[in-house]
């Protein structure tokens, strides 16, 4: 935790920004890194533009679906930074937040940036409380995040 409400990490790939921004925009390629295996990303709504859909929905062994209410595309930069809210829904329309053990305010930031090899990976996820970024801390956003991390260079490498 880099402050009471921020959860953040940085990698290196040794993957062109190019490869890890198609792997975040494209839901074929979504589908095959973004949950930590053994959960399975079944469908992605993606539309990488301001204002665009950002919706996943995941089967999780022994919990069955997990879906949320469709986020926004922030920021969109190719190859760069990619910012979305499940604050808001698609066109920056307000969501309600249930108050299931997921249905927390966050933004999630990605940065990718040319290096050596590959590039440099940063995600930022910042929460509207600090009980909410302590949750999802418990929840495993460094084991998940992370283990999803490297399932995307696996995926990234391969393009």
Do not use: K
Not at 46 to 57: A, L, N, S, Y
Not at 115 to 126: I, Q
């Amino acid at each position: 935790m880099t402050n009471d409400t921020t959860l953040t990490f940085t990698r290196t790939l040794a993957a062109s920004p190019a490869a890890v921004w198609r792997c975040w925009t494209e839901p074929d390629l979504i589908r095959q890194w973004f949950a930590p295996r053994p959960v399975v990303t079944t469908e992605v709504d993606i539309d990488p533009v301001p204002g665009g859909t950002f919706r996943t929905v995941m089967e999780v062994p022994g919990h069955g679906t997990v879906a949320g209410d469709a986020g926004c595309i922030l920021v969109a930069d190719p190859a760069r930074r990619l910012v979305w809210t499940n604050a808001l829904g698609p066109q920056f329309q307000p969501n309600r937040m249930g108050d299931g053990p997921m249905d927390f305010v966050f933004s999630a930031e990605i940065q990718i940036a040319p290096a050596p090899g590959g590039c440099t990976y940063t995600a930022t996820v910042r929460h509207a409380t600090p009980q909410a970024a302590a949750a999802h801390c418990d929840m495993g956003f460094f084991d998940g995040w992370g283990t999803a991390t490297a399932q995307l260079e696996e995926v990234a490498t391969a393009l």
